[in-house]
């Protein structure tokens, strides 16, 4: 299976500052099936970014995802106090579904 | 508008059985692959099973193999996911998922406790 490896484990930014979040696949995924969640304590993930850099409906555009390949990021432009969550990647095709181990964004 | 309600999970004994419903509105479940994912307390997101429109193309985690099954039934537009021979590492809250093309929406999801 493909293995996603996010970096940083946990990221300590203020308010109005930006977080770059990076997922690296352990070989080629299709770019098209590259997604990144938003999740908060006791809620379902939220879809952010799919297709590596589509945002999904009702995503702010300081929200942007780019890569491919095997590297991928997610930038956070201007945080917002309600970003601070954890955000995962996720990769899947017909034969494999991953995710990544997730990022913890958290109020500096 | 799409939503997924699942419902079933609450506390289970060890080697006991579980099954997971997932109520689809807005769409086709039929239509659609499917998937079930699950979350440890405190962990990250773990793939389980997938069912795609044709009902007899299922996959599974190696975890679950041979233990779950993922189905579905049409007419009530519902995914469920029977659990068998559950273990203490199965305590879990699982979402259930639509995948539509890029697009993925999940469920509020249920937890599972396996515990004696």
């Known amino acids: 299976d493909i293995v996603l490896t996010q970096s940083p484990g946990t990221l300590s930014l203020s308010p109005g500052e930006r977080a770059t979040l990076s997922c690296r696949a352990s070989?080629?995924?299709?770019?098209?099936?590259f997604t990144w969640y938003q999740q908060k304590p006791g809620q379902a993930p939220r879809l952010l970014i799919y297709?590596?850099?589509t945002r999904a409906t009702g995503i702010p555009d300081r929200f942007s995802g780019s890569g491919s390949g095997t590297d991928f990021t997610l930038t956070i432009n201007r945080l917002e106090p309600e970003d601070f969550a954890v955000y995962y990647c996720?990769?899947?095709?017909?034969?494999?579904?991953?995710f990544g181990q997730g990022t913890r964004l958290e109020i500096k | 508008e799409v939503q997924l309600v699942e419902s079933g999970g609450g506390l289970v004994q060890p080697g006991g059985s579980l099954r997971l419903s997932c109520a689809a509105s807005?769409?086709?479940?039929?239509?659609?692959?499917m998937h079930w994912v699950r979350q440890a307390p405190g962990k990250g997101l773990v793939w389980v099973s997938r069912?795609?429109?044709?009902?007899?193309?299922?996959s599974y985690a190696d975890s679950v193999k041979g233990r779950f099954t993922i189905s579905r039934d049409n007419a009530k537009n519902t995914l469920y996911l029977q659990m068998n021979s559950l273990r203490a590492e199965d305590t879990a809250v699982y979402y259930c998922?639509?995948?539509?093309?890029?697009?993925?929406?999940w469920g509020q999801g249920t937890l599972v406790t396996v515990s004696s």
């Open positions: 069912i795609k429109i044709d009902v007899s193309d299922t």
């Open positions: 807005g769409f086709t479940i039929s239509s659609n692959w």
């Open positions: 996720q990769q899947y095709d017909a034969s494999s579904i991953t």
């Open positions: 297709g590596s850099s």
């Open positions: 070989q080629s995924v299709s770019s098209a099936y």
């Open positions: 998922a639509r995948e539509n093309w890029q697009v993925w929406s």
